[in-house]
């Protein structure tokens, strides 16, 4: 169980969409690179962008609904800074851009911030910068949104989360992908669940 505000979230029990192990055969199956320079090296995802905007890389089938993707990933040392995904989310072709998509990371905003926001306005925005992270690391990597309740978990450990007042149509902006914000990352074991949950009421005993 995944516990966030008011909900359990149960992977046992929540529908498994996509997992496929890494490799040049699933790759030129199952993604389409859209900014920056991806390509698998030795069973990880790498993604290399030198730039300061998002070099993405989406999986090419449909997620709608409450979905989470849960993957492993880490920054390829000298790079330091920002592991990023979405969910919920689309490519503007015309603008040949990101178009609505709800988009988390780790050490990320310039700063250092675990943080959560939402594409392509940015004016909803959820990030802290007490997420001590090591460069290099191998994170498990959770994050997701139940009807706009957006979450990022951190080897099982909440991090974040965060409500959306006016939630992504989740039926219709429906791609999951990876971010290199002018960053050099490796993502691997990336798995996609439909999120079966249960409500969760909690109360306070008095301490005194």
Known sequence: MLEIMGKNIDLEKSELLFNEPVSDKSFSANWTV??????????????????????MVFLNGDYPGNVMVDFEARTVL???????????????????????????????????KAGIEKSPDYK?????????????????????????????????HLVLEMTDPDPIDSRKFTKVGFEAYCSHIQVRTVKVFRIAWQPLRRNYSPEF
């Open 34 to 55: 859209h900014c920056g320079n991806w390509l698998v090296r030795e069973g990880w995802l790498t993604g290399k962008n030198p730039d300061n905007c998002p070099g």
């Open 78 to 112: 000298p790079c330091t800074h920002d592991i990023d995904f979405m969910w919920n989310g689309s490519w503007d072709k015309e603008k040949n851009q990101r178009g609505p998509a709800y988009v988390a990371g780790l050490e990320g905003w310039w700063t250092g």
């Open 124 to 156: 909803l925005t959820a990030a802290t910068p007490l997420f001590d992270f090591d460069p290099g690391r191998t994170y498990r990597i959770q994050g997701g949104s139940i009807d706009g309740h957006c979450f990022l978990f951190v080897d099982g």
